[in-house]
């Protein structure tokens, strides 16, 4: 079992910048994706990006050539990078992880809004 724990949320100007982190009670090596999603008021929770073992970075086609995943397995960390930030980015931010031994944990989320 792993907890994880997001960090970097909060208020910023449309076309500002936020880096988002998600430190893990373990290693995270073990996991062979992960990912970040998000949930609007009144929406679906949604994918936004994630990294899988063997497999191209994926990003929604809404963030793409704006925000960048990342993983350090030694700090056991997942960070997500935001630029140019849109209101319609405004949503509660989670990362996942995910293996096929151990299934698939949450965090307990981090507030992002986009607003002037």
């Known amino acids: 079992q792993v907890q994880l724990v997001e960090s970097g949320g909060g208020l910023v100007q449309p076309g500002g910048s936020l880096r988002l982190s998600c430190a893990a009670s373990?290693?995270?090596?073990?996991?062979?994706?992960v990912a970040w999603y998000r949930q609007a008021p009144g929406k679906q929770r949604e994918l936004v990006a994630t990294i899988s073992t063997g497999r191209p970075t994926n990003y929604a086609d809404s963030v793409k050539g704006r925000f960048t995943i990342s993983r350090d397995n030694a700090k056991n960390t997942i960070s997500l990078q935001m630029n140019s930030l849109k209101p319609e980015d405004t949503a509660v931010y989670y990362c996942?992880?995910?293996?096929?031994?151990?299934?698939?944990?949450w965090g307990q989320g981090t507030q992002v809004t986009v607003s002037s």
């Open positions: 373990g290693s995270i090596s073990r996991f062979t994706t």
């Open positions: 996942w992880v995910w293996s096929q031994l151990t299934g698939g944990y």
